[in-house]
């Protein structure tokens, strides 16, 4: 039978102690939100002693999903700071006081300047007045890790005895290895449920060696029963441990830790990604679980054990997260296998083996000279090939020119596209550059592609930086992304939108659908889009995919 290890989520409190991640009340609430569809048990909404700001949306959050999550604050081992931690969260249905006070020698000495003993006191008064206003009350015993382990537990015992009824464990500046600090929580355990078997037993890491996830696990095979996590691992420093990574360690490797949590795993990536909306702060693309790149393949040898059976190299399904489905990233190192499989997506024929492999070696040829090979890549050798003219066979855009003209009044995006042998223009204001360039490339296409994410990263310095832009479109109830790189991120913005649409014109199964709202609103593309002649090659290097 399996545990269950409780998930306090503090990316509202230690994830927006980061330099950028500070939120409005609003903002606070919709992750707040998001959080309780999560499905996490306790939400850390915030220090409500730090600002009335901050009070305030503790408070807000405490109405808004206080009703069916638990809700805590933080304070330090000061009445006002408690009094604060009351006020904002009592509205909630299972509010929790937290308060937190140093245990390390070098919190006690050099922060403090009092003795060991006064210290303890501090706590134990903090507690009991703590316990005056609210019943369930959590004491974190700061930079355990850095302990002395019978000051530590002389701590535990005598704010246990004051009424406390969860201790956190914290690895405050992330010094903590596996081995150590499971074998911590281990002794602190077997001592505690002596003391009093319902004290809930948590632990906090941080990620400072880069450890903080494999301490928190470690943690939980030594028997914490609750893990305090941020979305994206998002905490002071290096961070905080972060929640997809124990979630789905924990589920993954099931069988092994025989603990559960009860987080609604398809819900992390939305999670993710608001968080991300919202601060601003990117994620690394190589970051476990929430990453770019978490559920992308690229070499071919992997690319082709996927094709024969997506566990070869698959732990977790993209699914499972609420990723998008695998994607084969097709570039100089993929092979035959995966190359195949995106020609045959695209309704093209393989089986004469002789042609297959000419068109192999053009594939290998281009993609010696860029990042990756795209969709529309793939698309125009193999129909170059197959002897389908551009225009016989499907059709896709390309960015013959534009410009964009940004003031505060009247932003202004003029393009044309080319479709084929044809070429449409038009112009559109929108409430700024990207939205006016959206707004005229929707007109164009004709396609009602409604924009669900907007991503620009830079990939590299200076003045030749090159942006990378990242789109999700809806477009006839299924989803497309598609990215684009350039010098200029007007025209990345362009390529990302055009190759995503044009993922919806190739995807054999929706293809309809696309074609159909194109049909629908055919007479609107018309009415704003011009025909000319002529048209240039598109620059702007891309990739779409069907989701
Ligand atoms: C590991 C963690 O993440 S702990 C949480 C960190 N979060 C925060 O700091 C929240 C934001 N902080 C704030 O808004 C402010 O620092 C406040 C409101 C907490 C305090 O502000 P100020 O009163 O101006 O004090 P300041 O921050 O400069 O110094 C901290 C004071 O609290 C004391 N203190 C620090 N930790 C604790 C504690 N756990 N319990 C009691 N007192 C503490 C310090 O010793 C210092 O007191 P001193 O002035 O007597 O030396
Ligand atoms: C407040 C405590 C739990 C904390 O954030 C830390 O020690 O890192
Ligand atoms: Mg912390």
């Known amino acids: 039978m399996n545990r269950n290890i409780i998930v306090l989520d503090t990316t509202l409190r230690d994830g927006e102690q980061v330099p950028g991640a500070k939120l409005n009340m609003p903002q606070k609430i919709e992750m707040a ?107 974190s015993t700061e930079d355990a890790s850095r302990s002395e382990f019978e000051y530590l537990w002389a701590t535990i015992e005598a704010v246990v005895k004051a009424g406390a009824t969860m201790i956190n464990v914290p690895d405050t500046v992330g010094f903590a290895v596996p081995e150590e600090f499971g ?27 880069g450890l903080a996830t494999a301490n928190t696990l470690s943690a939980i095979r030594g028997g914490a029963d609750k893990v305090e996590v941020t979305i994206n691992g998002l905490g002071e420093r290096a961070g905080n441990t972060s929640l997809e990574e124990v979630v789905m360690g924990l589920k993954v490797r099931e069988s092994f830790y025989r603990a559960q949590t009860n987080i609604n795993t398809k819900e992390l990536i939305r999670s993710s990604r608001l968080l991300t909306h919202l601060t601003g702060l990117d994620v690394q693309v190589n970051k476990a679980i929430t990453g770019e790149n978490a559920f992308a393949h690229s070499s071919g040898i992997h690319q082709d054990g996927l094709l024969k059976d997506k566990n070869v190299y698959e732990i977790m399904s993209p699914e499972d997260v609420g990723a998008d489905s695998m994607e084969l990233v097709l570039t100089a190192r993929s092979g035959r296998h995966a190359f195949k499989h ?37 698309y125009y050798l193999a129909s ?13 855009y390309e960015l013959d020119s534009f410009q ?87 025209k990345a913005s362009a390529g990302a ?23 629908n609103e055919g007479s609107e593309q018309a009415a704003t889009g011009q025909v000319a002649e002529h048209a240039a090659a598109v620059s702007t290097s891309g990739q779409a995919a069907a989701e």
């Open 33 to 139: 939100q998001q959080l309780k569809r999560l499905g996490v048990d306790i939400i850390e909404a915030g220090f409500p002693a730090s600002s009335q700001g901050d009070f305030e949306a503790v408070q807000a959050i405490a109405r808004s999903v206080g009703d069916s999550v638990s809700i805590t604050a933080l304070g330090r081992a000061v009445k006002s700071d408690i009094d604060a931690v009351y006020e904002s969260i009592k509205l909630a249905q299972d509010p929790l006081i937290h308060i937190v006070l140093g245990t390390s020698n070098i919190h006690v000495e050099k922060k403090f300047s009092r003795s060991k003993e006064a210290v303890l006191q501090m706590g134990v008064d903090a507690v009991r007045y703590a316990k005056t206003l609210l019943p369930a009350v959590q004491y």
């Open 183 to 209: 074998d911590l929580i281990r002794r602190i355990n077997e001592r505690l449920k002596n003391l009093d078997d319902r004290v809930v037993l948590s632990v906090h890491c941080h990620n400072d060696l």
């Open 342 to 378: 995106a020609v045959e997506k695209m309704g093209f024929d393989t089986s004469d083996g002789a042609e297959f492999e000419a068109l192999f070696a053009q594939f290998l040829e281009l993609a010696d000279t860029k990042k990756e090979v795209y969709d529309h890549d793939v």
């Open 384 to 396: 170059s090939r197959s002897g389908a003219s551009r225009s016989g066979g499907k059709e896709l």
């Open 404 to 490: 964009v003209i940004t003031n505060d009044l009247y932003p202004t995006a003029t393009v044309q596209l080319r479709k084929g042998g044809e070429a449409v223009k038009g112009s559109a204001v929108g409430d700024g550059p990207i939205d006016a360039l959206y707004t005229v490339l929707r007109q164009l296409v004709g396609i009602d592609a409604e924009l669900k994410d907007y991503k620009i990263s830079s990939l590299s310095r200076g003045k030749e930086a090159i942006g990378r832009v990242n789109i999700r479109l809806a477009v006839g109830g299924r989803s497309y992304s598609g990215r684009a790189m350039d010098t200029d991120i007007i």
């Open 497 to 519: 939108f055009l190759n995503a649409v044009n993922a919806a014109l190739l995807d054999e199964g929706a293809g309809t659908t696309a074609e159909q709202a194109a049909a």
